[in-house]
């Protein structure tokens, strides 16, 4: 037996901390649950217990792509529900790989294995492939001899979040291609189509219309210094992507996209559900909630509302209970807010998370539903007055012509 420090909360929030024996770490959180309270944080008293969060060391440049990624989680966690070992298991994938690169990654991971390293170690040596949730949920999953599930949770995580992925992006492929072909519509008329017909007015001058003139002198600027613009565009871009990998400036544009009428909503939505899933799955693998949030805080691609995950740390380690911290950090809508108050006080969060993630991923599909009807309509809207406008000036350039000559 070994004894075991806790942090915790009771129903009502209130901060409470004390020991538990308990053959090992899975068991210790167990009985916590029991006495009716939430852990926050459990840590073995005795020398070499402590529960070890160590981060992955960069190797390599290999990596697995999302889909395969997913399949090779699921086969392992069967493969070990089976009774097979880890590196005979691994050895199997290996063979059965579908691709070179993850035989070769499949294979030295089973030598690790094989040599005497823990599975989390030996993932944590790829770190372009096995995020931190991924390689944190796996060594809680070897400490507490729960690695079949929690691999079995990381395959239903994996596979959720490349369903709101391929949701995204197929719902974003009409929007993108209107905006090409519009494009590709107005290349050919501003540099094919004008010029030909400016050869129409080159003895009018001043006697065109002026909305003609306009059109004429931009066909010409963006034929003469199109490379200028090419490289603008391309410097802008540049500057764009340094001035986003600063901190300060990551957060000015993630706050300003969350204040965006209609994106901010649906990217709240979207890093809600994220939130709540990856939460739920490291809290039913057995990570501690505050080296949870960590790992949360880290995978949120919106920094305003990754930021906030330290004020709820903060909150969690004062004291004060999950709920109310998410409360005060203003980025959370009141219905996630209210379910993860129920879920905390009835001692069911994990379950109270999914339940939040699955009610937002519903809401993202609506969400992105209405976007897209909204943006095609206006993205054909914009082309045909662009368009129309391009054409009415040089329609009534050619009558002017007309009226000259009679």
């Given at each position: 037996m070994?004894?075991?420090?806790y942090?915790a909360?009771?129903?009502s929030g209130?901060f409470?901390?004390?020991n538990?024996?308990?053959?090992?770490?899975p068991?210790?959180v167990q009985?916590?649950?029991?006495?009716?309270?939430?852990?926050?944080?459990?840590?073995?008293?005795?020398?070499?217990?402590?529960?070890?969060?160590?981060?992955?060391?960069?190797k390599?440049?290999?990596n697995?792509p999302?889909?395969?990624?997913?399949?090779i989680t699921?086969?392992?966690?069967?493969?070990?529900?089976?009774?097979?070992t880890i590196?005979?298991?691994?050895g199997v994938?290996?063979?059965?790989?579908q691709?070179?690169q993850s035989?070769e990654?499949?294979?030295?991971l089973?030598?690790?294995?094989h040599?005497?390293?823990?599975?989390?170690?030996a993932?944590?040596?790829y770190?372009q492939i096995?995020?931190?949730?991924?390689?944190?949920?796996?060594?809680?999953?070897?400490?507490?001899?729960?690695l079949g599930p929690?691999?079995?949770?990381?395959s239903?995580f994996?596979?959720?979040?490349?369903e709101?992925?391929a949701?995204?992006?197929?719902?974003?492929?009409?929007?993108?291609?209107?905006i090409?072909?519009?494009?590709a519509a107005?290349?050919?008329l501003i540099?094919v189509?004008?010029p030909?017909?400016?050869?129409?007015?080159?003895?009018?001058?001043?006697?065109?219309?002026l909305i003609?003139?306009?059109m004429?002198?931009?066909?010409d600027?963006?034929?003469?210094y199109?490379?200028a613009i090419?490289?603008?565009m391309?410097?802008g871009g540049?500057?764009?992507?340094?001035?986003?990998?600063t901190?300060?400036?990551r957060?000015?544009?993630?706050?300003?996209?969350l204040?965006?009428?209609?994106?901010?909503?649906l990217?709240?939505?979207?890093?809600?559900?994220?939130?709540?899933?990856t939460?739920s799955?490291l809290?039913q693998?057995?990570v501690?909630v505050l080296?949870a949030?960590t790992?949360v805080?880290?995978?949120?691609g919106?920094r305003?509302?990754?930021?906030?995950?330290?004020?709820i740390?903060?909150?969690l380690?004062?004291?004060?209970?999950?709920?109310t911290?998410?409360?005060?950090?203003g980025?959370f809508?009141?219905l996630?807010?209210?379910?993860?108050?129920?879920?905390?006080?009835?001692?069911?969060?994990?379950?109270?998370?999914?339940?939040?993630?699955?009610?937002y991923?519903k809401?993202v599909?609506r969400?992105?539903k209405?976007?897209?009807s909204?943006?095609?309509?206006?993205?054909?809207?914009?082309?045909?007055?662009?368009?129309?406008?391009i054409?009415?000036s040089?329609l009534v350039g050619?009558?002017?012509?007309n009226?000259?000559?009679?």
């Amino acid at each position: 037996m070994t004894l075991y420090f806790y942090k915790a909360t009771d129903q009502s929030g209130k901060f409470c901390e004390g020991n538990v024996e308990a053959p090992d770490y899975p068991n210790a959180v167990q009985s916590i649950r029991k006495l009716n309270y939430f852990p926050i944080e459990v840590t073995a008293k005795s020398p070499g217990g402590k529960f070890s969060m160590s981060l992955p060391k960069l190797k390599g440049s290999k990596n697995i792509p999302p889909r395969e990624l997913m399949d090779i989680t699921q086969q392992l966690s069967t493969l070990l529900d089976s009774g097979f070992t880890i590196d005979k298991s691994l050895g199997v994938l290996a063979q059965l790989a579908q691709s070179p690169q993850s035989r070769e990654i499949l294979s030295d991971l089973k030598e690790k294995v094989h040599a005497g390293s823990s599975l989390a170690d030996a993932l944590a040596e790829y770190p372009q492939i096995f995020s931190k949730l991924y390689v944190n949920m796996i060594r809680a999953g070897e400490a507490g001899g729960t690695l079949g599930p929690s691999l079995m949770r990381l395959s239903g995580f994996l596979e959720s979040a490349e369903e709101l992925k391929a949701n995204i992006l197929s719902a974003m492929i009409y929007p993108v291609v209107l905006i090409l072909f519009g494009g590709a519509a107005l290349a050919v008329l501003i540099t094919v189509v004008i010029p030909q017909l400016s050869e129409l007015f080159e003895d009018m001058g001043d006697a065109l219309p002026l909305i003609t003139q306009l059109m004429l002198a931009m066909s010409d600027f963006l034929r003469a210094y199109w490379w200028a613009i090419s490289i603008a565009m391309v410097i802008g871009g540049i500057s764009f992507y340094l001035y986003l990998k600063t901190t300060a400036g990551r957060l000015q544009w993630d706050g300003f996209l969350l204040n965006l009428p209609v994106i901010g909503p649906l990217i709240r939505k979207i890093e809600i559900s994220r939130f709540s899933r990856t939460l739920s799955t490291l809290l039913q693998s057995g990570v501690p909630v505050l080296s949870a949030l960590t790992i949360v805080s880290s995978i949120l691609g919106n920094r305003v509302i990754g930021e906030a995950m330290h004020t709820i740390h903060k909150g969690l380690k004062s004291g004060r209970g999950l709920s109310t911290p998410l409360q005060e950090t203003g980025v959370f809508p009141p219905l996630s807010v209210h379910m993860i108050t129920i879920g905390e006080q009835s001692g069911n969060l994990d379950e109270m998370l999914e339940k939040v993630s699955a009610t937002y991923d519903k809401e993202v599909d609506r969400s992105i539903k209405q976007l897209v009807s909204m943006i095609a309509p206006l993205m054909i809207l914009i082309m045909a007055v662009v368009i129309g406008f391009i054409v009415i000036s040089m329609l009534v350039g050619i009558f002017s012509v007309n009226d000259v000559t009679f």
